[in-house]
């Protein structure tokens, strides 16, 4: 395969090696929050909403006694959502060793902080590494094949190279079995673009977040066929301060059919609101979760401010070509 890397490759290695670390320190250290200090949070109404649309998506496409791979689970902020729809096996793995330590001790029901509960009804493995840097095959090769693959607020870290971005793809394909499903949430570089365009300068945002490009943006390479390693620095209040990169969705997709995907659908935050907020199921989980006040589309209780960080997210959901297995 073509190096896309060219000559610069040792040098592009090791600042990409480097970026990844500083994500994964980014994460490591962010320690668990109270649940008086989650709910004082600026942007607690945005990560209700962000909850309630991964549970949409897990409550879309998760069948009872699913296989799940949960590539880049943090801190195990979905198990609970898993455990909802009755899957029979979980493997999350995260690159921040402090996450999946945190992800552990969740799992394992002691020092629960968000509630008490009974234990979690499957069996899980969890695991520390580079998602976007290994190849996952051989190292779950007992584990897949996986009937469903979530990867949620975290895709867009394997796009620093083309080889990472191919890594997580072809990771994801070989451990889905066919007709597996790919959900996922990243933020929509269509918005973010659109959004650099409108500002002066190379910043944006808002009083509860901002994006930096550190250098000109180029339109070409956006457009481009080769589109990695497109780098800005996103700050979101009580959440985030990483380096993250573009993800073009129209060579996302393209990407995704090398390795088999089919797409389903990808819609911004903003749309998938409205489309699953017609559901009365979900207007009643919106409700439990108390992001949008009593389930109104006035947004309510979510800040204008949130509700246009909302705006930068979109969701995906990928099918792997192939007919499921009858037996
Ligand atoms: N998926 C979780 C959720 O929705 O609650 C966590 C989302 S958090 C915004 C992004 C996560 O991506 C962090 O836990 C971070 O450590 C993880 N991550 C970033 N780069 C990664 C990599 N190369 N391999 C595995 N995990 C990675």
């Known amino acids: 395969r073509h190096d896309p890397q ?11 090696k480097n970026f990844a670390r500083k994500v994964a320190d980014h994460y490591s250290a962010r320690s668990n929050q109270t649940l008086e200090e989650r709910e004082a949070s600026p942007i607690i109404h945005l990560k209700k909403l962000n909850n309630w ?3 949409v998506l897990i ?4 069948r009872r006694g699913d296989a799940v791979l949960d590539l880049a689970c943090g801190k195990g902020g979905d198990l609970i959502k898993w455990d909802k729809a009755k899957i029979g096996y979980y493997v999350g793995i995260d690159i921040a060793e402090g996450s999946i330590k945190d992800c552990r001790t969740r799992y394992n029901g002691d020092a629960d902080h968000h509630q008490r509960r009974k234990k979690f009804t499957f069996p899980a493995r969890l695991i520390c590494g580079d998602c976007y840097e290994v190849r996952l095959d051989k190292v779950l090769a007992d584990d897949a094949p996986f009937d469903i693959c979530s990867c949620q607020f975290a895709l867009h870290y394997s ?3 083309e080889a990472r971005a191919r890594q997580a793809l072809a990771n994801v394909s070989a451990l889905l079995r066919p007709g597996g499903i790919f959900i996922g949430t990243m933020p929509d570089a269509n918005v973010i673009v659109k959004k650099l365009k409108e500002a002066e300068g190379l910043t944006f945002g808002n009083s509860v977040y901002w994006v930096r490009f550190d250098e000109e943006f180029s339109e ?3 457009k481009s066929s080769s589109p990695f390693g497109i780098k800005y620095t996103f700050h979101l209040e009580d959440a985030v301060d990483c380096p993250e990169w573009i993800v073009p969705f129209h060579v996302f997709k393209s990407l995704a059919e090398e390795y088999d995907f089919e797409l389903v659908f990808a819609k911004n935050s903003h749309e998938f ?10 207007v009643e989980l919106m409700r439990r979760l108390g992001a949008l006040g009593d389930g109104n589309q006035d947004h309510s209780t979510l800040s204008a401010d949130e509700w246009e960080a909302a705006y930068l997210y979109m969701s995906f959901v990928l099918r792997k070509r192939g007919q499921p297995d009858k037996s």
Not at 59 to 62: E, G, K, M, P, R
Not at 273 to 282: A, D, G, I, L
């Open 159 to 161: 796009w620093s190279t």
């Open 59 to 62: 409550q879309l496409y998760a």
């Open 220 to 222: 070409k390479k956006f």
């Open 53 to 55: 649309i991964k549970s």
């Open 273 to 282: 609101v409205h489309e699953y907020m017609k559901k009365p199921e979900f």
């Open 6 to 16: 060219g000559g610069a490759h040792f040098l592009e290695d090791e600042s990409t």
